[in-house]
């Protein structure tokens, strides 16, 4: 074909100038099927750049999108979302990634004009939004608003992580069977979690389940597990302690004869240990149970620094310290220590 439609060059009085234009264009619509499918591959093998704002949904990104995606998390370890402000540098990386997800249900309250903003030019996702509105929790110090720490029940996790699989198949389609797997199998782990939960902590004797915190984190952990749930400050820990409210905890530490609280890795624990000294002072003994991943997951790299390992060392280490039996190391093995 190629030769014949050069050899039309040689024919006497034929424009050869349109002979030329006419050849390129054929040229082009010969090669465009596989340059698109050469595109269209380059496409499939660069991974999806994401950016999330948590630790726990920059987990979910991972166990749903493998190698098909690259992830950033805003947050890291140790950091309260609460009170958390983008950076330049986290404007830059969201305004270049393909894909933003963000918690909603005003956990990043700071940030939410923001994500709006963004949304004009990006696609960006609550992914938290997307929960049935008769599994959230109200409270009354937020009116129309709902308590944010679902990640503190696998139960309720197991939405979010539907939602993730949805947003990354709707950036990228043909990648809709690896998403679907990769989420059925991080599901399935998400149960044994479940099941793991439900064995020890209902291990604990129905008198110890109180869990005091620095604030309002537990609040579904709590329902979920059968838990009285009391934090120093509320939902968000943007609120303040008060010298009534401690003086109220303590109360409820001597009267009930509470013999653990818990401190919080990404909030001070400045209003727990008044709470130990103000029950000290009534002559009653309350010690540190340990230290609780509430709203950031453990150290990158380490088992506690995923989701499952983040929520098996709240389990582990609450139901141990409650009066439990359970395993040092955890569900699999795998926890460094359990706060013991």
């Known amino acids: 074909m190629w030769l014949k439609i050069a050899n039309l060059t040689r024919v006497p009085g034929l424009n050869r100038r349109l002979v030329a234009v006419t050849f390129l264009a054929i040229a082009a619509l010969l090669a465009a099927p596989f340059v698109a499918g050469k595109s269209a591959m380059a496409r499939a093998q660069t991974p999806l750049n994401v950016v999330a704002t948590t630790g726990m949904i920059a987990d979910a990104v991972r166990q749903v999108g493998g190698d098909a995606v690259e992830v950033r998390a805003l947050m890291g370890p140790g950091v309260d979302p ?21 918690h909603g249900l005003y956990l990043e309250a ?16 609550a992914v938290a939004e997307g929960l049935s ?13 709902f308590d944010p720490h679902v990640w503190m029940t696998p139960v309720l996790w197991k939405d979010v992580v539907v939602e993730v699989q949805k947003a990354l198949t709707e950036a990228r389609p043909d990648q809709a069977e690896l998403f679907a797997a990769n989420a059925a199998a991080h599901l399935a782990e998400l149960d044994q979690l479940i099941a793991y ?23 579904y952990f709590g329902g979920e597990y059968g838990f009285e749930v ?4 509320g939902i968000s820990t943007q609120s303040e302690a008060g010298l009534n409210r401690i003086g109220t905890l303590v109360d409820v530490l ?22 130990i000294e103000g029950a000290a002072a009534r002559g009653h003994d309350v010690r540190i149970g340990g230290e609780l991943f509430s709203d950031a997951m453990g150290a990158d790299g380490t088992y506690e620094g995923t ?11 609450i139901a141990g310290a409650l009066g439990a039996d359970v395993p040092a190391k955890g569900m699999s093995g795998q926890l460094s220590h359990a706060g013991l």
Do not use: C
């Open 254 to 275: 001597v009267e009930r004869g509470v013999s653990a609280v818990f401190v919080e890795s990404s909030v001070s624990d400045r209003s727990v240990r008044a709470l």
């Open 230 to 233: 009391m934090g120093i400050q």
């Open 197 to 219: 939960g439900a064995d020890i902590l209902t291990q604990v004797p129905e008198e110890n389940r109180v869990l005091v915190t620095a604030h309002d984190a537990f609040g």
């Open 110 to 125: 700071q940030m939410e004009e923001f994500f709006h903003d963004l949304a004009r030019k990006r696609t960006v996702v």
């Open 307 to 317: 989701y499952i390992g983040m929520l098996d060392h709240n389990m582990t280490t």
């Open 82 to 102: 609460h009170a958390y402000r983008q950076t330049r540098s986290d404007i830059v990386a969201m305004t270049r990634a393909d894909l933003v997800l963000w």
């Open 133 to 145: 509105k008769e599994k959230l929790r109200g409270h009354d110090d937020y009116a129309d608003k």
